[in-house]
């Protein structure tokens, strides 16, 4: 069993919450988890003040944890606009890890990780050597791991929206379930969404879990999420004001895709 928490735009800078951030804090360390994945935006406006307190931050919770950037975590005001468009990822480099695409193996996990960013488009697009990378990483997976996509973008919205960004969304998901992935991890929307696609692929897309950036009428959320041998579980932690915690507000349960998609 594995058990997973997944938190996204944190969003340190203007409308930052701290009270939920040592909430959350005292969660993970209560908790103990197999692994912590931040799904992008540590930052408001990509400030180096904001990248050294998102630093602080990330060096508190337990290890292990694996991060990929968002867009906000680009610079993105008047001084900073040259190194937008020359260097965009120098910060998140220096403050938080030091490639923008990842993957990590965890006993019975493989998880890949790719920066979803673009310094001038809305987002949402891997470029041809990512999908290289992608397709390399998920191939050399052991059998029988839970393979584990992260994106900041979003690849579903649940029909009721289209937020920013991800342009051929099917596209990526039948490419995705070709190579097997079992569990796609983003945030972006700052909404909460669990849901199963047709090709059987979980998407856990977690809410802000610290900023007061909320949408949509929902409020702060991060996601718990627990894979066993054949089960895949998603609980949505809510904040709860009046018990000033986070609690339980949904779960689901699915049953794991186990059969070889690899074409
Ligand atoms: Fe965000
Ligand atoms: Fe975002």
Redesign the pocket.
Known sequence: MTTIYHLS?LHFGPKFNSHLSELILQDIRDAKPDLTILS??FTMRGRVSEYQEARAYIQKLPKPIFTIP???DQPLYARAIPERLTNPWRRYKEFIHETVDASLHLADIFVVGVNSNNRIFPGGIWNLAQRKFIEQEFLRAPKNVCKIFVT?HHLEWNGKYRPFGTWFPTQQLNWLSRLGVELILN??THVPLTLQTPHGIVIAQAGTSMSSRVRHGHGNAYNRIVIGADSLLVQVMGYDASADRFVQQSEKEFSRQRAEKIA
Do not use: A, K, L, Q
């Open positions: 735009d992008g935006d968002g867009n906000h900041h945030g972006h």
